[in-house]
C-alpha cells in the first residue's frame, strides 16, 4: 500500500459523520452535508485515481465535483421556501 491508499482509508472514515448529520439534524445541517460529502467523494476519487495511477479517471472526480455544486443549487433552489 502507498500513502495515496492510506489517505484515502482516512477520507472514507470521515464519511461517516456526515452521514449521521444528514440522517439525524434539521434541513439547512443536511443541505451542508450534503455539499461537504461532494467535495470529500470528490477528493476521494483523486485519491483513489493517484494511488492507483489512472490519470484518465480524474476527469471524473472534476466532473463529479461540478455535478454535485449544481445538484446542491437545484436543491436549495426546491428546498428555498423551507430554509427561510
Known sequence: ??????????????????TYVAMRSDLRQ???AFFMAGVLITILLM?????????PMMDLAITL???SFGGGLVFVRFLARYLK
Open 47 to 55: 485519491l483513489l485515481t493517484m494511488a492507483f495511477h489512472r490519470m
Open 65 to 67: 465535483s461540478l455535478m
Open 1 to 18: 500500500m502507498n500513502i495515496w491508499e492510506f489517505a484515502a482509508e482516512a477520507t472514507i472514515f470521515t464519511l461517516v459523520p456526515l
Open 30 to 32: 443536511r443541505l451542508v
